[in-house]
């Protein structure tokens, strides 16, 4: 099967096109959506599977030869990151079919959502870097579709500053790209990572390093770059919110993982220093708004903004154990932002408020609610042997091993943090006494709602108590970020 | 050649920014639109600009315009357009709902209507 | 609707858009076949139709547009698309790498002898994707007014 790379992406892609034909047929659309997830899933695992037997999978589109043609390269990194990405689709959607009216799914909402599936699973399987911006804008587009899907004033008016800023940075990849391809004459990124080392002029490489961070940073909302993240999430309704907590921001994240350690760490330490100077900007920022705000959507969000700095951090000490710490942690991250979104999109719907004065007592009613929360927030927090803990454990080491203690330490510390946030909700919307009666439109609905999410949290905990069994993938993952010849032999033999 | 376009491509940035920083909203989407001018005239250009020489049409040919830059350029152009055509559409309906197109008037910090 | 709150008198345009209409089609269908081995293709083919049937639009209105054409064009653009992605998806189950194409040349009657290539089916995809995303677009716009 030398297509298998190419299937976790068109299988989403077929179904979405097929739904297209039936826009008002909801139960149609839900049940194709559903199916094609799961099969998907499948292949998916299947990848998984086969390069951990077979190393790293390839597949030259049109059967033009790798440098030159359009590759896709499945990695276990990529392979990982697709199962990831498609399992809490699935689990997403499933929570979707029972969240929305159907007045609302006939608008092809799932139409868009596996088209952000293509775009993300796309982006992660790519072998060259202007696919990257191309799956980056079939995904973009489909965000853009689900963010102003219902069309309320409020959602219209954070959807221009969303697309401003997509567009802008957009603008800026293809520049970045143009410069890289002047330099280096490719943009296979196995071509370039070979060729990037034998540039005379590295100070031009350092700066479209830089180029590159800026573009993969206002998609994954580093810190200077962050400021339309709270505004646009926030209208968003929950399962489109849960998506894009979870997979958009993490296509930034896994962009600069991949380009940094393939194309960019043998040039000085500028960049490095850049990247970890900014994940600890981007840490603050996080822990002051995820403690600041009492309205519950906010402090989730401010949480993406502290895991995407903790990955980072690791990705810039570039070691073995840091890379292996990131990579564990941004897949427990994508499958804890979205329980942890579910969740508070299931309090507001119920409280009819997203503010936490105005909630209290939930668990009295909604005990399975309650508790699914508790686990889910001592999960994001890192609480041993929950999957939280693994990740940060080895990128502290990491960062302890390489002789630092000022940002392993702030890592710390942003648990503390990320556990207070969490608990403030907890305690204020569970705990107490019920406020008044709560009669949003789907406290009638959350017993069936509850139980995507409780099984996404149990894959998060499973995750975690499997930890020493999912290791071994976790090194091969890593393994051709650290060396890079088994990636560019992998994609250049012959 | 080279020289005179990169200039050309400075001034696109430069007018993209001044429409992009202004207050109305239709200015802003013709900023973003010669921000991607100038970033697609940016690929054509780094790649090197020759006249007179046509893209590889049969076999044998030694002397020929790089035409990878030109596939890349018009995959991004393809997406601006339809990106700009949302981005038009999206702007519309915004005006008919808020009945502003205002940047100045749309800031707002409430979140929940 | 718009002539009836300002009546104005456009026989020429009218009259000229209805011939030019069919002068833009066929050159964008000219366009779209040399699109294999010289400039042209779906894309840009695509584009000129549209702006033939955007011609048409300015000229009389939405509602004559919509009973002279009765075309859904998001139905067209999903026809498109999966035209598009069945002929990447057909080398496939030949074990060939995924957008694989084949070709041939046959002798056709009165045309002589022609290449037939997949591309060409992958071309008329994006050509109707793109007819199809652009009149979305701009009737989505004209039809609130």
Partial sequence: MINLPIFPIVIPALAAIIMMFMPKRVVIQRAMALGALVLTLIVSLFLVHTVSIDGIQTLNLGDWMAPFGITLVSDMLSALLVTTS???????????????????????????????????????????IFNLFVFFEVFLMSSYVLIVLGGRGVQLRESIKYLLVNIIASALFVMSVALLY???????????????????????????????????????????????????YVVAPTPILAMFGALLTKVGVYSIFRTYTLLFDGNGTFLQTFLMVLAVLTIF??????????????????????????????????????????????IHDML??????????????????????????????????????????????????????????LIVSGGMDEGELFAPILVLLSSLFVLFSVMKIFMYGFWGEAKREYDGPLAPFAKRLVIPVFLLLAVSVAYGFGAEWIHPYITQAIEPLVSPEIYIDAVLKE | MEVFISIIIGVLTMCAVYLVLSRSLLRIIIGTALFSHAAHLLVLTTAGLKTGDAPVLVHGVTDYTDPLPQALVLTAIVISFGVTAFFLVLAYRTYQELNTDNMEEMKGTETYD | MKRKSKPVNDVILQ???????????????????????????????????????????????????????????????????????????????????????????????????????????????????????????????????
């Fill in chain 1, 182 to 232: 002047s330099v280096t004459g490719t943009l296979n990124l196995a071509d370039l990572a070979m060729k990037i080392p034998l540039i005379e002029n590295q100070n031009v490489i350092t700066a479209i390093g830089v180029m590159f961070i800026i573009v993969f940073g206002m998609k994954g909302a580093l810190v200077p770059l962050h400021y339309w993240l709270p505004g646009a």
């Fill in chain 3, 15 to 145: 009259t000229a858009a209805i011939i030019i209409f069919f002068i833009i089609v066929i050159f964008s269908i000219d366009l779209f076949f040399a699109g294999h081995y010289s400039p042209g293709g779906g894309f840009i083919g695509g584009l000129m139709t549209s702006s033939a049937l955007v011609l048409l639009l300015l000229a009389f209105d939405s509602q004559t547009l919509k009973t002279v054409l009765p075309i859904d064009y998001r139905l067209m653009t999903a026809t498109g698309l999966l035209i598009a992605l069945g002929t990447s998806l057909h080398s496939i189950f030949w074990g060939r790498p995924f957008l694989t194409h084949a070709y041939d040349k046959f002798h056709l009657p009165l045309l002589g002898e022609q290449t037939l290539h997949t591309a060409i089916a992958f071309d008329l995809g994006v050509y109707l994707v793109v007819i199809g995303v652009t009149m979305t677009i701009i009737q989505t716009i004209g039809e609130s007014e």
């Fill in chain 1, 336 to 393: 804890i932002k979205a329980v942890l979104f579910m969740l508070v999109g299931m309090m507001i719907g119920i409280t009819k408020s997203g503010l936490l004065r105005d909630m209290g007592g939930l668990i009295t009613r909604f005990p399975m609610l309650g508790w699914t929360f508790f686990v889910a927030a001592l999960s994001l927090a890192g609480i041993p042997p929950l999957s939280g803990f693994f990740g940060k454990l």
């Fill in chain 1, 86 to 128: 498609t399992l809490l689709t699935l689990f997403v959607v499933w929570f979707a079919v029972h969240y929305f009216f159907e007045s609302y799914e006939g608008n092809y909402l799932y139409v868009a959502m596996l088209f952000l599936l293509v775009g993300v699973n796309g982006a992660f399987t790519t072998g060259d």
């Fill in chain 1, 285 to 330: 920022i996080g822990m002051t708004g995820a403690i600041a705000y009492n309205d519950v959507k906010l402090i989730i969000i401010y949480n993406i903004m502290i895991a995407v700095g903790v990955i980072l951090y690791g990705i810039s000490v570039n070691t073995q154990t840091s890379l292996e710490g990131s990579l564990y942690y941004l």
